[in-house]
Nanobody
Framework: QVQLVEAGGEVGQAGGSRRLSCAAS????????MGWFRQVQGKERELVAA????????YYADSLKGRFTISRDNAKNTVYLQMNSLKPEDTAVYYC?????????????????????WGQGTQVTVSS
């Protein structure tokens, strides 16, 4: 059984930093593109960032470029999301996901529908 387990979500102050991790088990995700999404209650789940299988290429939502960084350690079967200069509007449940289908175009992984496996989410709350 494939499991993606997110960790690192907490309550923090605006301007602070936080690193989320997502550990995979039951599947080696080194051949999967990985993504981080976030969802605010009552709104659609939106892409935060995606990273290629090797980790060499990353895609970011325009509004988050320069503040968030996605990375992966395939040896640890883990993907990370470093979040800096946090703002209250970053408050959301953050989900990681794995996409098994290969595409050379990273834009392919901006769609929720291409992801096969999802974590349960971790809450990030940023207070002003």
């Amino acid at each position: 059984q494939v499991q993606l387990v997110e960790a690192g979500g907490e309550v923090g102050q605006a301007g602070g930093s936080r690193r989320l991790s997502c550990a995979a088990s039951g599947r080696t995700v080194s051949s999967d593109a990985m993504g981080w999404f976030r969802q605010v209650q009552g709104k659609e789940r939106e892409l935060v960032a995606a990273i290629s299988q090797s980790g060499g290429t990353a895609y970011y939502a325009d509004s988050l470029k320069g503040r968030f960084t996605i990375s992966r350690d395939n040896a640890k079967n883990t993907v990370y999301l470093q979040m800096n200069s946090l703002k209250p509007e970053d408050t959301a449940v953050y989900y990681c996901a794995a996409a098994a289908t290969y595409s050379v175009n990273l834009n392919y992984y901006t769609r929720r529908s291409v992801y096969n496996y999802w974590g349960q989410g971790t809450q990030v709350t940023v207070s002003s």
